[in-house]
Nanobody, 124 residues
Framework: QVHVVESGGGLVQAGDSLRLSCTVS????????MGWFRQAPGKEREFVGK????????SYADSVKDRFTLSRDNAKNTMYLQMNRLKPEDTAVYYC?????????????????WGQGTQVTVSS
């Protein structure tokens, strides 16, 4: 059975940093693309960013570009999201996702694996 577990969320002030982690167990995802989505209260889930299997290619939503950075450690089956200069509008539940197909990591895509989410709250 595959488990996807996010960690690292919390309550911070605007301008602070957080690093989220996503670890997959039950299968190797070294050939999978991985990504993050987020959902704020009363809003639709939105794409945050994704990273290809090797870590050599990334894509970010415009709202987080230049503030958030993705990386991964395939030996640990883990992906990281470094979030800097956090803003109150970054407040959301952050979900990790993994899929063999890069293009499927998008809102509405058919994604193989999801985590349960981790709360990030940024106070002003």
């Amino acid at each position: 059975q595959v488990h996807v577990v996010e960690s690292g969320g919390g309550l911070v002030q605007a301008g602070d940093s957080l690093r989220l982690s996503c670890t997959v167990s039950g299968r190797t995802v070294r050939t999978y693309a991985m990504g993050w989505f987020r959902q704020a209260p009363g809003k639709e889930r939105e794409f945050v960013g994704k990273i290809n299997w090797s870590g050599g290619t990334t894509s970010y939503a415009d709202s987080v570009k230049d503030r958030f950075t993705l990386s991964r450690d395939n030996a640990k089956n883990t992906m990281y999201l470094q979030m800097n200069r956090l803003k109150p509008e970054d407040t959301a539940v952050y979900y990790c996702a993994a899929d063999p197909t890069w293009v499927d990591l998008r809102v509405g895509g058919t994604i193989d694996y999801w985590g349960q989410g981790t709360q990030v709250t940024v106070s002003s």
